[in-house]
Structure formats: C-alpha cells, structure tokens
C-alpha cells in the first residue's frame, strides 16, 4: 500500500507520521523536524525513526543550494537517500519529498527506486510543489490532504489501513 499526505506548512504531516510510527511495529523510515532557537525557526532536522539519529538538512545562513532562507546540506539528504535503499521493515515512512530533499539527485533516485519496490509506504509531499517526483507520487499514490478538521481522522484511518 502506498499512501501520500499533503497540506500546507505546519498542518500536521510530521505530527502524523509520527502517530503512524507509534502505533504500528515495524517502521523504518525519517521525518523532517523544525529547529527553534528563542522560538524563531533556524531550520531543519532529518530524524532517522529506527536510530533516532538527527542531521541537519537546513539552516538559515548563506551558501549553495538555498531554498528560501536556507542553506540545504546536500551530504544529509544524502546519506539518508541511502538509508532508504536498505530500509526493510513493514512500513517505510518518508517526511517529507519537498523542495530542500529534492534538491539532492541521489534522493530522487532513491525514492523513484522505493516507489517501484513493493514495499508499504507513508510519504509526505510538499503540498504545491510540481517537482515531476511529487507529480507522480500524487498520481500514483492515495493521497489524503489534511487540515485542521481532518487530520486526527485520517491519522486513525491511516493505522487502520496499514494495520490491515
């Protein structure tokens, strides 16, 4: 089963992979988490769901690739496009394939690989991006959009799902 969540920034996505991740065995996978330092948002961390290992992905600061206001470690993405390939649980979980993870080739490449494996997925998507891999997995996938009034319900009927 494939499955793909969508919605604007700050809706809820990570909060329910997170759900999904706590309440299924079995699940391999990262969520992209936000950094605050004295509540300001100073960028991004990439949370490995089985080690519980963190890398940054973004930071606010100057230098090459950039989206928005920050500065996209490529060497992360990376790394974690790696772990994707290996990953062999029950369930994969990607948060999120938006526009800082697809700037790195190797995850795209990685992602497009997981996309034709059988293997069970949660994907976030970055909610207006046209980027081709996003496209796809919109199309390919069965996509929830979540909001404020929804997401607690379709975090429930996404464990049902994948529970089986």
Do not use: Q
Not at 88 to 95: A, E, K
Request: net charge positive; charged share 35%.
């Amino acid at each position: 089963m494939k499955i793909a969540v969508t919605g604007r920034p700050g809706i809820g996505k990570t909060t329910l992979c997170m759900k999904v991740f706590k309440s299924l065995d079995g699940v391999e996978g990262f969520v992209t988490v936000e950094v605050r330092e004295k509540g300001r948002r100073i960028g991004f961390k990439l949370h490995d769901l089985k080690s519980g290992e963190d890398i940054w992905l973004a930071k606010v600061g100057k230098g090459y690739p950039k989206v928005g206001k920050y500065i996209v470690f490529l060497e992360s993405i990376d790394r974690f496009a790696e772990r994707l390939k290996s990953y062999n649980g029950n369930l994969v979980i990607v948060d999120e394939v938006g526009p800082m993870e697809l700037k790195s080739e190797r995850f795209v490449r990685a992602m497009e690989e997981l996309i034709e494996s059988p293997k069970n997925l949660l994907v976030t998507v970055h909610y207006r991006s046209r980027h081709p891999l996003v496209e796809r997995i919109k199309r390919e996938f069965e996509l929830y959009v979540i909001d404020e009034w929804n997401r607690e319900d379709v975090a429930v009927e996404i464990i049902r799902r994948f529970r089986g």
